[in-house]
């Protein structure tokens, strides 16, 4: 089975940045789109940001113009460069990836990395 492991979140001051990173446990030649999800204590799911195989990025109102989804097709690799962190940007970020694995499409999701903004 194919996991996503994502890696980069820890511990900011409000301002700070970070940046997190999110690949396959082993290579897959067909992924799709990809993207990141966050979860609050307390809170349901919501979407972050997400982008295509070609390069299309969406962004959530709340982190446009702070936060940079980017992807190195090359790596299997995509990252979440996180800028002008607020407090209420703390929870846990889940990667999520669209793929095919021995001919079945998959839709997988990552264990989650905490991020913590201090006020």
């Known amino acids: 089975q194919v996991q996503l492991v994502e890696s980069g979140g820890g511990l900011v001051q409000s301002g700070g940045s970070l940046r997190l990173s999110c690949a396959p446990s082993?290579?897959?030649?067909?992924?799709?789109?990809m993207g990141w999800h966050r979860q609050a204590p307390g809170k349901q799911r919501e979407l972050v940001t997400t982008?295509?195989?070609?390069?299309?990025?969406n962004y959530a109102d709340f982190v446009k113009g702070r936060f940079t989804i980017s992807r190195d097709n090359a790596k299997n690799t995509v990252y979440l460069q996180m800028n002008s962190l607020k407090p209420e940007d703390t929870a846990v970020y889940y990667c999520?990836?669209?793929?095919?694995?021995?001919?079945?499409?998959?839709?997988?999701w990552g264990q989650g990395t905490q991020v913590t903004v201090s006020s």
């Open positions: 982008i295509t195989r070609g390069g299309t990025t």
């Open positions: 999520n990836a669209g793929m095919v694995v021995d001919g079945i499409w998959n839709d997988v």
């Open positions: 082993r290579n897959i030649f067909s992924i799709y789109t």
